[in-house]
Every structure is written in C-alpha cells, then in structure tokens.
C-alpha cells in the first residue's frame, strides 16, 4: 500500500509522514526530494532553469513511479494534486489530507526558499491556499486536522486498521 499525505505547503506533510512511516514500518518519500535527486537540481533550480511548468511534468513523472511501490508512505508537493492527471495517479494510493490553517502554514512558509513563496504576496498565497481546498478534498481518502503529530498518526493508522479489516 501507499499512503500519500497532500496539503498545503506548510502544512506538515512531510513532518507526519515520517512519524507515520515509523509507526508502520514503512518507507518514506517526499516527492520533492524525489525529484532533486533524480534530476540533480534543486526545486528552485528547476523553477529558475526550466519554469513551473516543467516542474509539473517532473512532478507527474515522479508520481507515477512513486505510486508503484509498495509499505511507502508518499508527501506530496502542495501543487501535485491538482493537476487531473495527477487525480487519476492518485487513486492508486490511500491518500491523506492534512487541513492546517493557512495561518499555520505561512507561518512555517514564509522564510523559506520555496519558488511560489517567493514570487508572491500573502495574500495570493491565500488564495492559492483557498483555491487548493476543493482538489485536496477530492483526491483524499481521508482528512486529518490539528497540530499533534502524533494523534494525527494514530488516527490514519486507526483508520486503515478499520477498512483493511
Ligand atoms: C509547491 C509546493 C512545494 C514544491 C514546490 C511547489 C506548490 O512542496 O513542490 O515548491 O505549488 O505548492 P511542499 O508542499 O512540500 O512545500
């Protein structure tokens, strides 16, 4: 099974998919650090060099490995979902919501490197942010909320324990 954990940037995906990847003794992978790797360049890289929309298509690209592995817990990138074709990649995962606020998530944003953190204002990030709700909403299976971690964990894990039954 993979579990992909969306959200907003900010929003803790890739703190609780670590906790949660421990927790089932399962691999973790963010898809940004997926694609550094693979390609050798950093995301800003890639944005400067080759634009957003590029970006885009390693991120499909990278999503479509990703979703072939198996015990792997996946954080996403918070654009990932909403492209259609990225939706349709989506359902071969258990996918996971993380509602933070968008208070919360500019918070932890704000002073890091992130291309679409850097080329807009707070407030088009919060739209952006309300913008994304819908997409997030329709590829999740589930929706977590809150600032502890580890409840947020068990609450997936609990979950899973009771449609896998
Ligand atoms: C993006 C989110 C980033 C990264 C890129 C674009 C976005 O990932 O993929 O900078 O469009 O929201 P995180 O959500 O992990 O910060």
Redesign the pocket.
């Known amino acids: 099974m993979v579990i992909a954990l969306c959200?907003?940037?900010?929003?803790g995906?890739?703190s609780l998919g670590k906790i949660l990847a421990q927790n089932l003794s399962f691999e973790f992978c963010?898809?940004?650090d997926y694609?550094e790797q693979t390609q050798k360049l950093t995301?800003?890289q890639i944005?400067a060099c080759y634009g957003?929309e590029y970006?885009r298509h390693l991120?499909y690209l990278a999503i479509c490995e990703l979703v072939k592995e198996d015990n792997t817990v996946i954080?996403?990138?918070?654009?990932?979902p909403?492209a259609d074709k990225n939706k349709q990649v989506l359902k071969n995962a258990f996918v996971v919501y993380i509602d933070a606020t968008f208070e919360d998530c500019y918070k932890r944003?704000e002073k890091?490197d992130?291309?679409?953190?850097k080329q807009k204002t707070k407030e088009q990030l919060n739209i952006?942010y309300n913008d994304?709700i819908a997409h997030y909403k329709k590829v999740a299976n589930f929706i977590v909320k809150g600032d502890d971690l580890q409840k947020m964990s068990s609450d997936i894990e609990k979950y899973l324990k009771e449609v896998l039954q």
């Open positions: 959200g907003y940037m900010g929003c995906k890739s963010d898809v940004d694609i995301i800003p944005f957003e970006f991120e954080s996403l990138g918070g654009g990932l909403i944003i890091t992130r291309p679409i953190v952006i994304r």
